[in-house]
């Protein structure tokens, strides 16, 4: 068709469009515009006006992943479909008119079959909570779709897809419970270029099967040529031809086709109309206030030609405003291999991630930087490359400025459009310019700093540099021509221009001196604005990157090396180079299937994988919203100690479709204001007068969706006032001062062991009153805090809620509402993730909900925001520690005399326990003696909870900073003093009493030095002191750790049924979280139904049984599911059942089998049974005794990491694990657990910071300032063992714990980045004058985030170098 026809017709269908047509997994869907809010966004429409549920809303900022789809468009002139991923929180549901909409449910489900993806992530047991999942699927997906695209895939179902593609395919996906290894590996395995042996333990092939072909075939079959999957649909690419465009003026959403159209719509909007410019509106997630902006009119910016230009010849490259960054990258990496462009490109690929890249365009990047001073990467490297924009202004038509100009300008009204944007080429910049000669080299160098290597981060400070040089034989040395610094990100306006420095270099010869001189005048220029963060950290960056572009120009270098004058190449430190750290990850898992009780032991299939991939797993959000249902959200107090004055909304207006705002006035009289009925008391739902800390909750606001209801919430002002009251307690010392401190009940209290005086009387040598500190660290669950309740008859109440513990949300409720318990119901049938945080934090949420239904007697559910959940819910306990130690010359410590204080926050929580559990983990080393005590200090924030590996973690870390500190005062190697004072058998039982267990229980000295021998770690520390030696700007260290945790089960019930056809239903009290309780469960109940012996196998049983949500009125006294033993706990509740029954069902099998003479199947035991009435259902109620219900785990892991001094960034080269399961119940659960486990203690040890303001107010509140670890932050190479420890008479089927131990491993990583920094203030005192300045017994905070680790490298390290370099030229 040609092209001048299609125009018309379009233009002729234009008249008549009154709807938008799109698809969603194939099917259709017509929408009226003029009934449309344009603000609806893609995930709204999804989650609430369709089936598809698979999406799921994790941060709504675009921040997590959690639900991304795959978005195909349809070019009618070129006949070609482009499909990508997008983030369906930020697209608006107008802009997807005339696309097709693909979701995990729409590759595959159960009843079409599941889509090899998924069924990979299944095998390669890749999903765990599984609320990341289907998005990590349809990142998967598209990677593929993509790859195959251009090229036909290989034969034999491989993909284009390379490995090192297929790791980053999921880099802009946040997963909090696997630690990514297995995702990847899962996407690894579809590479042609993979080698087998590298893919991690999965359920398709065992470890050294060595025929490839063979095992190939085992792997679910990806055929990207015969999918039908993702096929755009015919209906919608008729309708697409048939026309595709609305009439622009009708309807407030718009998407005009030219210029001048949208320049006519802009001057027709009248003046004050609120209207807006919308590219790929992934601006709201960085203002997130703009989502809840009410514009009159929307204009798409996407369909007007001029902006969507792409040019590329010899004057440049030119790039229309709409051009996406995605589509930007493709052309400017282009096929001509520009250096200049290629870096560009680069940097642009670490801008967001991928699926924000699809649809932010480069228009909208610079827009947010000149009209609100956005740390944009764009606009420094644009900048940085002289590039020019096209604006055309509603007052003086078209307009050209350099980019810098246009930065400077106050912001562009919201009439005025910017068009292009043009990068020139170097040599049409050069002929403009005086003075350059033919010989003159162009170096171009873009750089960023940021927490994620591979995007996702903003950076800490980005820069961009040019310079015109030539080597000058008569000047003996480099002379810069010409050159521009461009610096970003930093905390100022926006990118800024070096110009002193500019000033200064041009004309001069790179010298020492020289720099040392540039960058004394860079500090004055590179200041970041008052009340940024790091301030003195950025600086040092600019400094860095300064120093990297031009610091390989000096006189010296260039003698020894100019390697540049051909390729161009800038970069410090050659031999470095090619020791980076390996570019793919690789892992090795060793671990035994214990074929004793199968299928206990086997590492099967976790229970409904494959439906959390499809996104088919139904969680408390995905329960369609009942008739009638109403929506609710918190307010909260944003004062630390305040009287509550008012609550009102602004304007006092009351928004539509706000139904009431409730408070604890509303609570019934025979009700209490009760929020928490935890384990030590209860605490407020609401704030009554007064409240206590900011982020308590002071009212429920009730309204007709949840969006309504987060938007009415922002309009929601209390007003306070602190008249004649205290000032608020902010810190722990504060508390202590004011004898604000909770009461710890005598059982509760710790104990000392050994005589204190005396054993620090025996010290040769003491550290007295030394101090360390931890901040707290948030759950960061990918399901936010959840529940609907809905009202039934006679004033009982149905509540669902995503909680670890619904027999205390239960007895909240009852006591809330002032019914007695048999009144109320609590269902949870999955979370998406807890971490604790959904033991006592989940309760209020419940309770709210219920109240609010109790009340209006409509069904009210809450989806709680990311931000309103991170500042309610608290976390870790941040803590301060004072300790004293005693010790021997060799290392041996003999006493240890601590006192710690503890921010609880406003209510005790679980606050009382964590005592036990910092000492506990922190008795893993022989103290000689041991004195401690702890404060549970009472102050004015908000309540602090039970995070995986409560206490424990940070009582592991208080111990290894003890070793660490010893070492460095008696420089002895720490692995030294480690060993020196792990336990013997005599010493464990001391401190550790009965839970010390039997002697061959304490496996810990075996696994010490098995794990040394695995991961070579003596002769690794061998290469780690050469490296060092031979390396300046990047230095290394390796450490070994070891971890002991100690756990205790309790009361469990259970109950097995067998129904009349065979199947089996098991009720268990605890919570499938991810840890894959379900799946060791129905293991256990098939092992010991299976004892029966009728001939059904193992896996023909485990199919016949279905683990079914937990139901506070169907199994009574559930209690929680934390502390790793919930799953053994319950197996073994359910394997008392099984006996039970198989004791029944015993004589009727001999009976049956006497009268038929043949064997007897289960099918025909189950009849028989059924016919004679035998009760076919049996619970109980397991209660662990002392021997069996508390014991210690053991496990070491030695990680080396390696510093970049320049930038403070760490890379975890490798990290190695043994970790002693016992029996392991299923290793493939176990090991996922141990990874995941260690992979968020890294987070909690290097870079998760979850800050309050100076009211207690958490200001860390989104994925933009709270960084999870992503998948370029985890160990480059991650080997795990689970050591097959032997019989432990006393465990579940000899099993162990493995939910949150092996979190403190990642300890390993802290003191890996310790022993670097050490080598990298050593190597500062060879350079310095002042050997005081360096303190070597130094404490490396925790997080040891980017700008912790460059400060105690020295802010200052380049200078300090350059000082001393030209200082040594002196004295030769
Ligand atoms: C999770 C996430 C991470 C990110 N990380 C980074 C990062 O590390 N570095 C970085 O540089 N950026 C980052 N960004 C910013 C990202 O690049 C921008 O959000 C994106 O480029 C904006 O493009 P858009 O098309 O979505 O703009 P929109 O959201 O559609 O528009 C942005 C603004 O510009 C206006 N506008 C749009 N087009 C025009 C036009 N042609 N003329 C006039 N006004 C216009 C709009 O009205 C709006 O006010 C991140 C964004 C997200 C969501
Ligand atoms: S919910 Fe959309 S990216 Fe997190
Ligand atoms: S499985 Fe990824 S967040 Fe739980």
């Known amino acids: 068709m040609g092209e001048q026809k299609v125009i018309e017709e379009i233009e002729e269908a234009m008249k008549s469009k009154t709807s938008m047509v799109f698809a969603i997994n194939g099917e259709r869907f017509e929408l009226e515009l003029s009934s449309l809010d344009p603000s609806t966004t893609l995930i709204d429409f999804l989650r609430n006006k369709t089936p598809f549920k698979s999406v799921k809303l994790g941060c709504g900022e675009g921040g997590c992943g959690a639900c991304v789809v795959l978005l195909s468009k349809y070019d009618p002139l070129l006949e070609k479909v482009d499909d990508f991923t997008v983030s369906s929180c930020l697209t608006l549901l107008c802009s997807i008119d005339g696309c097709s909409i693909t979701t995990s449910e729409g590759l595959g489900n159960s009843r079409a079959g599941f889509h090899a993806v998924h069924e990979r992530i299944a095998g390669f047991h890749a999903t765990q909570c599984g609320f990341c999942t289907p998005g990590m699927s349809v990142s998967m997906f598209s990677a593929l779709l993509n790859a195959d695209k251009s090229h036909p895939p290989p034969h034999n179902g491989f993909s284009n897809l390379t490995a090192a593609e297929a790791e980053k395919a999921v880099s802009g996906n946040l997963c909090r419970c696997t630690g990514y290894r297995p995702l990847v590996d899962a996407c690894k395995s579809f590479s042609a270029d993979v080698d087998i042996e590298d893919l991690g333990y999965n359920s398709f092939c065992k470890k050294g099967e060595q025929n490839r072909a063979e095992v190939l075939k085992t792997l679910p079959c990806y055929d990207h040529a015969t999918s039908q999957v993702c096929k755009f649909p015919e209906f919608l690419k008729e309708e697409i031809k048939n026309g595709m465009v609305l009439d622009p003026r009708k309807y407030r959403w718009s998407s005009p086709v030219s210029v001048s159209e949208l320049q006519g719509l802009l001057s027709e909007a009248e003046n004050g109309m609120a209207v807006k410019l919308v590219a790929g509106n992934t601006s709201t997630g960085y203002y997130k206030e703009e989502k809840q902006r009410t514009y009159e009119r929307f204009f798409d910016v996407r369909r007007i030609p001029e902006l969507a230009v792409v040019r590329r010849d010899e004057k440049g490259v030119e790039l229309g405003a709409a051009v996406t960054i995605s589509k930007a990258i493709e052309v400017l990496r282009g096929e001509e291999n520009v250096s ?85 080429s170097w040599s049409s910049v050069k002929v403009k310019k005086n003075g350059s000669s033919s010989d003159t080299h162009f170096l171009f160098e873009t750089y960023r700093a940021a927490p994620r290597p591979l995007g996702n981060a903003l950076a800490f400070l980005n820069a961009a540099f040019s310079a015109e040089v030539s080597l000058s034989e008569e000047l003996d040395g480099i002379v810069v021509h010409d050159c521009l610094l461009a610096f970003g990100a930093y905390g100022t306006k926006h990118a800024h221009r070096a110009r002193k420095v500019e000033d200064f270099l041009t004309g001069k010869v790179i010298t020492d001196e020289v720099l040392m001189d540039a960058i004394g005048l860079l500090k004055d220029e590179i200041v970041p ?250 759950f960061f669950y990918m399901e936010t805090q959840t529940a609907l309740a809905v009202p039934d008859e006679d004033n009982c109440m149905v509540v669902y809620s995503s909680s670890q513990v619904p027999e205390y949300v239960h007895r909240t409720i009852a006591g809330c509402l002032g019914v007695p318990e048999h009144n109320v119901r609590v269902i949870t049938r999955r979370c998406g993730g807890g971490f604790g945080g959904k033991v006592t934090k989940s309760m ?87 004195s401690f005590d702890v404060k549970l200090c009472k102050t004015n924030t908000v309540s602090r909870t039970a995070v995986r590996a409560p206490g424990d973690v940070q009582g592991t870390y208080i111990a290894e900073a003890i070793m660490e500190k010893v070492a460095s005062y008696l420089s ?30 304490y496996t810990l000295p075996m696994i010490w030095d098995k794990l040394a021998e695995s991961s070579g770690f003596n002769q690794r520390r061998k290469v780690v002191e050469e490296f060092n030696a031979s390396n300046k700007w990047r230095k290394r260290g390796i450490s070994r750790v070891p971890a002991v945790y100690g756990v205790s089960m309790r009361l469990t019930p259970g109950r097995v049924s067998v129904l009349s056809d065979g199947s089996v239903v098991v009720e268990v009290p605890g919570i499938e979280i991810g840890q894959g309780l379900w799946t060791k469960v129905k293991q256990m109940a098939a092992f010991s139904l299976g004892l029966i012996q ?112 320049l930038t403070g960034e760490t890379t975890i080269l490798r990290t190695d694990i043994i970790y002693d399961c016992g029996k392991s119940l299923n290793p493939a659960v176990d090991l996922g657990q141990i990874e995941g486990a260690f992979v968020q203690g890294l987070g909690f040890f290097m870079l998760e910071e979850y800050l309050m303001n100076s009211d207690g107010l958490i200001v860390t ?112």
């Open 1094 to 1205: 009728c001939g059904t196998t193992s896996d023909e049983l485990l199919k016949k049984i279905r683990v079914v949500q937990s139901d506070t009125l169907s199994l009574v006294q559930g209690s929680v599911t934390g502390g790793s033993t919930s799953s053994e706990a319950s197996s073994e509740a359910v394997r008392i059942c099984c006996d039970g029954l198989v004791e029944r069902l015993l004589p009727v099998k001999t009976a049956l089998a006497e009268q038929t003479g043949a064997p007897v199947t289960w099918d025909s035991l189950i009849s028989q049974a059924y016919l004679q009435s035998i009760n076919m259902s049996v619970s109980t109620a397991y209660s662990p005794d002392i021997s069996t219900g508390a014991y210690l785990n053991y496990g070491v892991a030695a990680s080396e990491v390696e510093v970049n001094i």
């Open 972 to 1001: 002895i190697d720490v692995d030294e003093i480690r060993k020196v004072n792990l336990h013997t058998y005599e010493s464990l039982k001391l401190f550790h009493n009965a839970q010390a267990g039997e002697s061959p229980e």
């Open 529 to 778: 604005d008052k009340g940024t963060l790091n301030p003195g950290y950025r600086s040092s960056l600019a400094v860095t990157f300064f120093f990297e572009f031009f610091g390989s120009l000096t006189q010296t270098n260039v003698k020894t090396s100019n390697g540049w004058l051909n390729g161009g190449e800038v970069g410090l430190d050659h031999e470095v180079e090619s020791l980076k750290p390996e570019a793919m990850l690789s892992s090795a898992q060793q671990i035994v299937e214990n074929q004793e009780h199968s299928p206990v032991g086997k590492g099967i299939v976790k229970a409904g994988a494959c439906l959390q991939a499809s996104g088919e797993a139904v969680y408390v959000d995905d329960i369609p919203s009942p008739e009638n249902c109403l929506y609710g959200a918190f307010i909260y107090s944003t004062m630390p100690l305040a009287r509550i004055k008012s609550i009102r909304f602004k304007e006092n207006r009351v928004p539509e479709g706000v139904l009431g705002i409730i408070t604890y006035k509303d609570i019934p009289k025979s009700g209490k204001n009760i929020g928490t009925k935890g384990f030590f008391g209860s605490d407020l739902l609401f704030a009554e007068e007064i409240t206590h800390c900011a982020g308590q909750i002071i009212a429920f606001l009730v309204a007709d969706s949840q969006k309504l209801a987060d938007v009415a919430a922002n309009l929601v002002v209390v007003d306070y006032d602190t008249e004649n009251l205290e000032p608020p307690i902010l810190s722990v010392e504060e508390a202590v001062e004011r004898s604000s401190l909770f009461e710890i009940f005598p059982r509760l209290r710790c104990k000392p062991v050994g005589d204190i005086t005396k054993g620090m009387a025996e010290a040769e040598h003491k550290i007295l009153a030394s101090k360390l500190s931890f901040g707290s660290q948030y």
């Open 340 to 424: 200049m462009l290629e870096k560009l490109a680069d940097h642009m690929e670490k801008i967001a991630n991928r699926f924000v890249r699809n649809t932010g365009t480069v228009g909208g990047n610079i827009m947010m930087a000149q009209r609100k001073q956005f740390p944009s990467d764009l606009t420094t490297i644009l900048v940085a490359a002289r590039a020019t924009v096209k604006i055309m202004s509603s007052g003086s038509g078209q307009e050209e400025f350099t980019l810098e100009e246009f930065l400077q300008q106050p912001p562009l009204d919201t009439k005025s459009v910017l068009l292009s944007i043009e990068i020139p």
């Open 1261 to 1372: 509140d989104s994925t933009w300032t709270y960084k999870i670890p992503t998948v370029d932050t985890i160990p480059r190479q991650f080997n795990v063992e689970i050591l097959n420890s032997g019989q432990h008479k006393n465990r579940v089927l000899s099993s162990k714990a493995s939910g949150e131990p092996p979190l403190l491993l990642a300890a390993s990583v802290h003191c890996a980045v310790r022993a670097a920094v050490t080598e990298a203030k050593k190597q500062i005192l060879t350079w310095s004058n002042n050997q005081q300045e360096i303190d070597l017994t130094f404490e490396l905070p925790v997080p040891a985030t980017m700008p912790v680790v460059k400060e105690f490298c020295g802010l200052d390290v380049v200078e300090k170098y350059l000082e001393w370099k030209v200082q040594q030229r002196k004295n030769v």
């Open 844 to 930: 209020p949420v419940a309770a709210a909900c219920a109240l609010a239904a109790s009340k209006m007697q409509r069904p009210v559910r809450i989806y709680v925001n990311r931000k309103t959940d991170m500042i309610t819910t608290g976390g870790r306990h941040p803590m301060k520690v004072t300790y004293s130690v005693g010790f021997k010359a060799n290392g041996k410590i003999t006493g240890l005399d601590m006192e710690l204080l503890l921010e609880v926050g406003i209510s005790e929580d679980i606050s009382p326990l964590m005592p036990k559990g910092i000492q506990c983990a922190l008795m893993k080393y022989d103290w000689g003696a041991l």
